[in-house]
């Protein structure tokens, strides 16, 4: 296959000098600015290394010292960012910048355009490619928006997730590419050439890195009598769900009196009838009768919670008077969408969380989202989707690469104090999943108010559910940690690890909010879907959206590649890693939130849901913990 160009600019030079001031540390040292901790070596032998202070600058006790590339990979990107910061102050630059902390790392950041809702800029950050062994500064963009003004179209324009018209912003690799060009247009003279401290020059190089590119297979679902097909939709269609719900439904619609003809129009929707060629019916779809003889009306009076009570308590009594169907609240709210595009007022909250605790299903349709014009044709094959989920039916799942494989989504929610900043509540939960992507249940892990307790509890609860008899079927665990996880839940987790000793174990960090992005050398510069690059020895870039073999056409705005690294390699020996990212890929397709859902596997996808959920529902007046059912997906 062709490679992929990575958003690296590289260096020319490989194995270059640079001179430093170090000074052996010691235990009674005392933390300076401008003075930085690395492991050098203390002679000849590059293996014999010892901790070292490094100052860029003469400083008493420090001995000059010339440092290769290769010695420490962290000095040698601080060099670089340094050197390319002193060179375009001392010539000067023809865009504003500035340098910032971002991604944990410091990055030099240029304004490109400023426009009232903020700005465009493009940053450089030094950066190592161990597969290719080579130095280089990533180059990216994102739009700054100014924090005084409200999220909005404007601005998903200039971040290039909208197109100038108002739509999904399908040229969104190409825009892109095109800004980054621009930049380099206008600055490459001034940062090509990087004044060393010793008399040399570093060049930097203008043409993006390249990459060989390699292919997982396509993501494949499995419907009813274990057909398979490529297309969820297009899968349920023709063969049904993979379980059908064994219970007679009762459809509950919970609205205001004004939206009586939207219900109507709702409802018309899930039968089929309105618009068969988007959505046959609930009927056809899942095997779920929907008609006059099988829906009720609630109306709603108010919103106050004693009025929103009575819905949750007509809707229970309902449910009590027929134990032998299933009922399912579809509320028809009337609210501003989120940057997220979600419902999220406190009507919402409270009354999901008191239709969960009773171990009651709720849809929830949003007027403002779903009333437009052609918003319901295009929607309603989601929403029905959903409540079949809710209902305890199972659409579909993915054909995993790992058999007998449970997979351990972990997602915290710390509670912050608004005025201190500091955190006074740690809490952690687990989705279980096994690799075909069924839902097995929510576990907390912790849920303490000190550090110190929430990692002991973190550690001996994980322990504890891997111990559980519920487990014993399975021959390998795969933990799935968010990127934003600290290094100490990390240590805690890797302990536990260690304590299980039946079982093989496999930690890995899943980043979607990450510095990297590619470009194909097809005309829409877009990489084919299920291709991955390889960064280093633990590290992969995973496209879960692309071109398409056969369709090579973008109809939407893809997200951008998923950054994977593999935290425990030495632990396991003799694994093939394609088989584990195949599993994350996979489970990117085994969202049931939609057939078009985010492309996100949904061991973090269902974390991150839950994490905001858990939020919102402690501000709750009445709210008990452990009181919602944790072996439903509620969270759908």
């Not at 990216?140 to 409200?150: G, I």
């Not at 303490?448 to 504890?464: C, R, S």
């Not at 174990?505 to 510069?525: E, P, Q, R, W």
């Not at 020996?573 to 990117?588: A, M």
Request: include cysteine.
């Amino acid at each position: 296959m062709a490679n992929i160009r990575l958003n690296i600019l590289p260096v020319s030079e490989t194995n270059f000098s640079f001179k430093v001031f170090r000074k052996l540390k010691q235990e009674d040292d005392t933390k300076e600015d401008k003075i930085y901790q690395y492991q050098l070596p203390i002679a000849e032998d590059l293996k014999d290394r010892k901790p070292f202070l490094v100052s860029f600058e003469p400083k008493e006790n420090f001995v000059e010292y010339v440092a290769y590339a290769n010695y420490a990979i962290g000095l040698t990107k601080r060099f670089l960012l340094n050197q390319l910061f002193d060179t375009l102050t001392t010539n000067g630059c023809t865009l504003p910048f500035e340098t910032k902390r971002r991604f944990a790392e410091e990055q030099i950041e240029f304004t490109l355009h400023e426009f009232q809702q903020g700005k465009q800029i493009i940053s450089l950050s030094p950066f190592y490619l161990e597969e290719l062994k080579q130095f280089g500064f990533i180059i990216d963009f994102r739009f700054s928006k100014n924090k005084d003004l409200p999220f909005n179209k404007e601005v998903q324009v200039f971040s290039l997730s909208l197109d100038r018209q108002g739509r999904s912003n399908k040229n969104y690799y190409s825009d892109k590419f095109k800004l980054i060009n621009s930049f380099l247009d206008k600055v490459y003279n001034e940062i090509q050439a990087i004044n060393q401290n010793n008399g040399n020059t570093i060049h930097i190089e203008r043409g993006l890195i390249e990459t060989p590119v390699f292919q997982l297979n396509k993501k494949e679902y499995i419907f009813s009598n274990k057909s398979t097909a490529n297309s969820q939709f297009q899968g349920i269609r023709n063969y049904g769900p993979l379980q059908k719900i064994d219970k007679e439904v009762i459809f509950a619609f919970i609205f205001e009196e004004r939206f009586k003809s939207f219900a109507n129009e709702l409802f018309l929707s899930l039968t089929g009838k309105s618009n068969p060629g988007t959505f046959p019916g609930f009927e056809q779809m899942f095997g779920v009768k929907i008609s006059t003889n099988n829906v009720k009306k609630i109306s709603i009076e108010g919103f106050s919670n004693e009025e929103l009570l009575k819905i949750v308590d007509t809707v229970k009594t309902l449910q009590d008077s027929e134990p032998n169907k299933k009922i399912i609240g579809i509320y028809i709210e009337d609210y501003a969408i989120d940057v997220e595009d979600n419902a999220a007022s406190n009507h919402y909250y409270y009354l999901k969380y008191n239709f969960i605790k009773n171990n009651l299903a709720l849809q929830v349709v949003n007027y403002r989202k779903l009333g437009e014009r052609n918003s319901l044709k295009w929607s309603t094959s989601n929403v029905a989707l959903a409540m079949f989920a809710k209902m305890g039916g199972i659409p579909w799942v993915v054909k995993p690469s790992n058999n007998n494989c449970l997979i351990l989504g972990v997602g915290s929610s710390h509670k912050r104090d608004v005025e201190t900043g500091l955190i006074t509540k740690y809490f952690a939960y687990t989705v279980c999943l096994d690799s075909s992507g069924l839902y097995k249940t929510l576990e907390v892990l912790a849920d303490e108010t000190t550090e110190a307790n929430y990692l002991e509890n973190l550690k001996n609860n994980l322990v504890k559910i891997l111990n559980d008899g519920r487990m014993e079927n399975y021959k390998t665990c795969v933990l799935h940690l968010p990127f934003k996880i600290k290094h100490k839940e990390i240590s805690a987790i890797s302990e536990a690890i260690q304590q299980i000793n039946n079982i093989d174990f496999v930690a890995i960090k899943v980043n979607l909010d990450n510095k990297y992005f590619g470009y194909s050398f097809h005309n829409t510069l877009v990489p084919y879907e299920s291709s991955f690059v390889k960064l280093s020895r633990s590290e992969y870039l995973v496209w879960f959206e692309g071109l398409l073999y056969g369709k090579e056409v973008v109809d939407k705005r893809l997200s951008n590649p998923v950054h994977i690294q593999f935290l425990n390699l030495d632990n396991s020996k003799g694994f093939d890693e394609r088989k584990y990212l195949q599993d994350v890929l996979n489970l990117s397709g085994a969202n049931w939130r939609g057939f078009n859902a985010k492309s996100i596997p949904i061991s973090i996808y269902y974390s991150q849901i839950i994490a905001k959920y858990t939020e919102a529902f402690e501000m709750i007046d009445g709210y008990e913990e452990n009181s919602i059912s944790n072996d439903k997906p509620w969270f759908l």
